[in-house]
């Protein structure tokens, strides 16, 4: 069994920065990629940014320039920093954990943290 926990969602004013957190724990055996997506209300959930355990990374589009993801190997923990923050940006953030425990491969999620940007 593996837990994410994601943690520093808040309420931000536009052009505010936030920095998410998430934790892994469980009988981890290693971890492949690692990732934050979101859902805004009334739409589906969408790919913000992923991080190979290489630490090659993606991002959506529309947050390249703006967001950064990034990972501790050591800690089990996958970050995104998110500045120049828009209202188009609230949304609930999750984490997604993809790797393999001694039980096998896992496909984790967290259970998301909202982030909500309005002055």
């Known amino acids: 069994q593996v837990q994410l926990v994601e943690s520093g969602g808040g309420l931000v004013q536009p052009g505010g920065s936030l920095r998410l957190s998430c934790a892994a724990s469980?009988?981890?055996?290693?971890?492949?990629?690692m990732g934050w997506y979101r859902q805004a209300p009334g739409k589906q959930r969408e790919v913000v940014a992923t991080i190979s355990s290489g630490g090659s990374t993606n991002y959506a589009d529309s947050m390249k320039g703006r967001f950064t993801i990034s990972r501790d190997n050591a800690k089990k923990m996958v970050y995104l920093q998110m500045n120049s923050l828009k209202p188009e940006d609230t949304a609930v953030y999750y984490c997604?954990?993809?790797?393999?425990?001694?039980?096998?491969?896992?496909?984790?999620w967290g259970q998301g943290t909202q982030v909500t940007v309005s002055s």
């Open positions: 997604n954990t993809k790797g393999r425990t001694t039980g096998g491969l896992f496909d984790s």
């Open positions: 469980g009988s981890i055996f290693n971890i492949f990629a």
